[in-house]
């Protein structure tokens, strides 16, 4: 039986896509867990394990564009439904806690149970790493590199002085300049 397992990543920042990914294993990855329990460089070292191992992988992208057109909620589920066609399976696993029909199993915390989607997991952090790495040196104001778009204090006071960019979720963005007041940390 082939299994499929699925995690996104990059749900809640201020800036950057969701990086969404479906590995299918070839055989058991030693040293998987859950992307957010490893270090940078205990996901990069098993990031090249599992690309080398035979894994089938595919990847998936929803631009910030996107999330401020249709919302973070159609982008969560949206990258799912466009992973499962794109890796041949008999059972389909998603991390979460969300409706996905029929053909997609969402369990909560499979990125800390299922090696499948603990692989998606690591997968997904580094690529959005990546490209939030990528994009600070496009955008070095915003802190990308250290922060990859999450509303950090350093982030904020960015967007404060040097308004958005493209690769900003508007919503987002003016949740977090009201939640952290009025005053830059600068002042």
Known sequence: MIVCGMDECGRGPLAGPIVGVAVAL????KGLGDSKKLTER???KIYKK???SGAVIAAEIISARQINIRGIAWANKEVFKKLAKKIPADKYIADGNLKLGKKIKSII???DKISQVMAASII???FRDRIMDHLHDQFPD???RHNKGYGTRYHIAALREHGTTKYHRSTFVNTALKNHGS???NE
């Open 26 to 29: 070839a055989r058991e990855i």
């Open 109 to 111: 915390k499979a990125d």
């Open 142 to 144: 915003y802190g990308w």
């Open 42 to 44: 205990q996901r990069n």
């Open 183 to 185: 005053r830059s940390n």
């Open 50 to 52: 599992i690309a080398r």
């Open 124 to 126: 997904a952090k580094v």
